[in-house]
T-cell receptor
Framework: DTGVSQDPRHKITKRGQNVTFRCDPI?????LYWYRQTLGQGPEFLTY????????KSRLLSDRFSAERPKGSFSTLEIQRTEQGDSAMYLC?????????????FGPGTRLTVL | AQKVTQAQTEISVVEKEDVTLDCVYE???????LFWYKQPPSGELVFLIR??????QNEISGRYSWNFQKSTSSFNFTITASQVVDSAVYFC?????????????FGQGTRLTINP
């Protein structure tokens, strides 16, 4: 099994630019999660998909953030008009719910630096 | 609200020493899950263990062991005979049970350094 992959691994952008990250989950995993991790902190939940439906969003996800998972496969996370406070590691995780169990496997993350 | 506290920010030990990472959690749910993840310098979170709230049996996997005590809301992690490759940031996490999103609530992590 290939694991969760994320692209790009690093992104440097200027304030005000738009950026898009991609996550490819483990094949056949029906759930996909996005988290954000700032320096020295644990990851914080942003949003989650069950197949192609986005079912929950955190208050952390402002209007400048949008996520999609077309066809229930890969997912994209777009940040519009980036701000310096958006600098963080963006982590994607996928899981296959079985018997109520949901163990999330994480990708390597995309590190975003906003100048 | 759910909360996970890892009071130890950094731990440094010499190789072959045993080390215990503490995790205390808060939740109003009667059924929940507890996790430990390892984050090496590469950044990827590596799943180590999942524990259900109704199963208080301790678990051992090689040099790793976990002590779950519901009475004190703790889920501690012990590495026996530590090795340099164990150096990483370790996160304890909590999620609610149920059919909805089982989003993880993480602690702040403990940075473990194993010195040769």
């Amino acid at each position: 099994d290939t694991g969760v992959s994320q692209d790009p691994r690093h992104k440097i952008t200027k304030r005000g630019q738009n950026v898009t990250f991609r996550c490819d989950p483990i094949s056949e995993h029906n759930r996909l999660y996005w988290y954000r991790q700032t320096l020295g902190q644990g990851p914080e939940f942003l949003t989650y998909f069950q197949n192609e439906a986005q079912l929950e969003k955190s208050r952390l996800l402002s209007d400048r953030f949008s996520a999609e998972r077309p066809k229930g496969s890969f997912s994209t996370l777009e940040i519009q008009r980036t701000e310096q406070g958006d600098s963080a590691m963006y982590l994607c995780a996928s899981s296959l719910v079985s018997g109520g169990r949901d163990t999330q496997y994480f990708g390597p993350g995309t590190r975003l630096t906003v100048l | 609200a759910q909360k996970v506290t890892q009071a130890q920010t950094e731990i440094s030990v010499v190789e072959k020493e045993d080390v215990t990472l503490d995790c205390v959690y808060e939740t109003r749910d009667t059924t929940y899950y507890l996790f430990w993840y390892k984050q090496p310098p590469s950044g990827e979170l590596v799943f180590l263990i999942r524990r259900n709230s109704f199963d208080e049996q301790n678990e051992i996997s090689g040099r790793y062991s976990w002590n779950f005590q519901k009475s004190t809301s703790s889920f501690n992690f012990t590495i026996t005979a530590s090795q340099v490759v164990d150096s990483a940031v370790y996160f304890c996490a909590l999620s609610e049970a149920g059919q909805g999103a089982q989003k993880l609530v993480f602690g702040q992590g403990t940075r473990l350094t194993i010195n040769p």
